[in-house]
C-alpha cells in the first residue's frame, strides 16, 4: 500500500513538473489594448483573440484602457498578476510614451513575448494638391518656413519622430498638428487643412481618391505600392522607420506559461484568418519572439530620446506620485480648520455646514494646486501643458472658497455662537478627508471621490437627496473630462479592481 502511495506522490509530482503549461489556461486571458477600439493594434488584438479560438480552449478577451499615451494600459498589465492572464498589445508608440515620463515603469519591467507585424513610415499627402510630393513638399517648407503644417496622432508619437527626423535630414521647418487619433488627421489633409500627415501606407486604403503616398521609409519599394518612391531614393537618409506591434507579458511571468503563449501566438501568425488580416491590411507578417523582439525594441530606444529632445521634450521630468502627499493635505486640513475656528470663535459665527465646505474646498484647492505642480512640464517653447488646467481650477477654486469666507460675517452679523458650539460637523469631516485620501488607492478615484462628497453633504445635514445625488455626478463628469478626456491623466483605479 505504500509502494503504491509513494508511485502516485511520484507520478504526481513528475505529471506537475509539466503541469503548468498543461492547465494553463484555466481562465479566459486578457488582452489589454491602450487605444479605443477600431485603431490598428486594437484590430490586430481582436484578429488574434478570434484567430486564437481554434488553437486555446479559454477566450482572448480584448479589453481597451485608453489615456495617459499608454501609461494606464501599462500600468494595468504591471499592477496585476504575473500569471500569464493579462497580455498588452504593444506598440512602438510605447517607446516615446515611456520615455517622456517617469512613473515607475520602464522598458525592462515587460518580458518581449511576440511581434506579429511591422510597417513602414510613410509621408502621405493630398494628390489634389499642390504639395504632393517629397520635392514639393521641401521646396515649399523652404520657400515659407514655418507655414507648411503636418499632422498626425499626438505629440511625441512614432509618427511626430519620424516627422521630426524628416525635418532634420532635409532642413526644413514646419508645424505639426497633433490629433486625437490618425482618422481625424487623415481627415484634415483630405480636408486640405493640413499638407502632410505621417502615418503607414495601409492608412490609405478606401481613401485612395484623396490621399496619396509620397514615400516610405524602406530600404526597397513596396510590392502593395510598387509606384511609391523610398525616401533613400529621394536622397533621404531614413532607409528602416517602421512601426512595430507585438505583446508583451509582466517579466515575472512564469516560463511554462511564456512558452504556452509563445507558441499560442506562433500558431495564430500562420493561421489562414491571420494571413487574410495581413494581406487586407497590407502590413509585413513577422514573428518574432523574446530576445530578438527586445533587440527590436531597444533598437529604437536611443533613436527616440535623441528625436524627443529635438522636438522639445524634457525626458523623465514627472514623478510617479507627489512627495509628502498624505502629510501635505493633513497639515492643510488641521491648520485651515484651526485658523478658521478662530477667526469665527471671535467674530461669534457659529461654525456651521457653510463654513466648513468653503473651508473644505479651500483645502482641496490648495491640494491639487501641489499635485498638479509634479505634472508633466510643458514642451519647450509652449506655456500649455498637462498642469495648466488643474492649476487655473484650483486658483479659481481658491479665490471663491476664500471670498465665500470673507464675506459670510457680514452677511451673517446675527448668527451667534449658542452653548455647545457645533464642531461636530467639522471633526466629522475632517476625518472623512483622511479617509478618503486612505482610500483612493484601494477602491479608485472616481469611486472614492463620489463617496466622499455624498457624505460630506450627509454631514452637512442635506437631504435632497435626488440633488445631492446629481451634484456629485455633474462634479464626477467634470474630473472626467477633464483629467481623462483633456488631459489623460493616469488617475488611480484601485487595487481592488486590478
Not at 17 to 31: E, M, N, Q, V, Y
Amino acid at each position: 500500500m505504500n509502494k503504491k502511495i509513494l508511485l502516485i506522490l511520484f507520478l504526481s509530482l513528475f505529471i506537475s513538473s509539466f503541469g503548468i503549461s498543461s492547465d494553463f489556461p484555466k481562465k479566459p486571458i486578457t488582452i489589454i489594448v491602450h487605444t479605443k477600439p477600431g485603431g490598428a493594434v486594437d484590430l490586430m488584438a481582436r484578429t488574434l483573440s478570434r484567430v486564437a479560438d481554434n488553437y486555446c480552449d479559454q477566450p482572448l478577451v480584448v479589453v481597451n484602457k485608453s489615456g495617459g499615451g499608454g501609461i494606464i494600459a501599462a500600468a494595468r498589465l504591471l499592477s496585476s498578476r504575473a500569471d500569464g492572464y493579462t497580455v498588452l498589445a504593444f506598440p512602438a508608440t510605447f517607446i516615446p510614451t515611456l520615455q517622456t515620463t517617469n512613473i515607475g515603469i520602464g522598458l525592462d519591467d515587460f518580458h518581449y513575448l511576440a511581434c506579429l507585424t511591422i510597417s513602414p513610415e510613410a509621408i502621405i499627402t493630398n494628390p489634389n494638391s499642390e504639395i504632393n510630393t517629397i520635392e514639393k513638399i521641401i521646396a515649399n517648407a523652404k520657400e515659407n518656413p514655418g507655414k507648411q503644417k503636418w499632422c498626425g496622432p499626438g505629440t511625441g508619437s512614432l509618427d511626430h519622430l519620424m516627422a521630426v527626423k524628416f525635418w532634420e535630414k532635409v532642413g526644413i521647418k514646419v508645424k505639426w498638428i497633433p490629433y486625437g487619433g490618425g482618422s481625424q488627421a487623415m481627415g484634415a489633409v483630405m480636408g486640405k487643412h493640413a499638407d502632410v500627415y505621417v502615418g503607414n501606407p495601409e492608412d490609405i486604403l478606401g481613401r485612395e481618391e484623396n490621399l496619396n503616398i509620397s514615400a516610405v521609409s524602406t530600404e526597397n519599394r513596396l510590392e502593395a505600392f510598387p509606384e511609391v518612391p523610398t525616401l533613400i531614393e529621394k536622397g533621404i537618409d531614413l532607409p528602416y522607420e517602421v512601426m512595430w506591434r507585438g505583446f508583451v507579458l509582466n517579466k515575472n511571468t512564469n516560463k511554462e506559461v511564456i512558452v504556452y503563449l509563445e507558441e499560442l501566438f506562433e500558431k495564430c501568425s500562420k493561421d489562414s484568418i491571420w494571413l487574410s488580416y495581413i494581406n487586407r491590411t497590407m502590413v509585413t507578417p513577422v514573428f518574432m519572439k523574446n530576445e530578438e523582439f527586445k533587440n527590436l525594441v531597444y533598437k529604437d530606444v536611443e533613436s527616440a530620446r535623441k528625436y524627443l529632445k529635438i522636438a522639445g521634450f524634457v525626458l523623465d521630468a514627472s514623478s510617479n506620485k507627489t512627495p509628502y502627499l498624505l502629510t501635505f493635505i493633513t497639515s492643510i486640513l488641521l491648520l485651515s480648520f484651526l485658523f478658521v475656528y478662530l477667526i469665527f470663535r471671535r467674530k461669534n459665527i457659529k461654525i456651521n455646514g457653510t463654513i466648513s465646505i468653503l473651508t473644505i474646498s479651500v483645502i482641496l484647492a490648495i491640494s491639487f494646486y501641489y499635485i498638479s505642480s509634479f505634472f508633466p512640464a510643458p514642451r519647450t517653447g509652449l506655456f500649455v501643458g498637462a498642469a495648466t488646467i488643474p492649476k487655473v481650477w484650483s486658483i479659481f477654486l481658491l479665490i471663491a472658497s476664500l471670498i465665500g469666507l470673507i464675506s459670510y460675517p457680514k452677511n451673517h452679523k446675527n448668527e451667534i455662537t449658542k452653548k455647545g458650539e457645533n464642531v461636530k460637523s467639522v471633526v466629522q469631516l475632517a476625518f472623512l478627508i483622511l479617509a478618503y485620501i486612505s482610500l483612493i488607492s484601494f477602491i479608485g478615484f472616481f469611486i472614492s471621490t463620489g463617496l466622499f462628497l455624498i457624505a460630506s453633504m450627509l454631514i452637512m445635514k442635506y437631504n435632497k437627496y435626488i440633488i445631492l445625488f446629481l451634484i456629485t455626478a455633474v462634479v464626477l463628469l467634470f474630473m472626467y473630462f477633464v483629467f481623462i478626456k483633456i488631459l489623460m491623466v493616469p488617475l488611480p483605479i484601485g487595487s481592488i479592481f486590478q
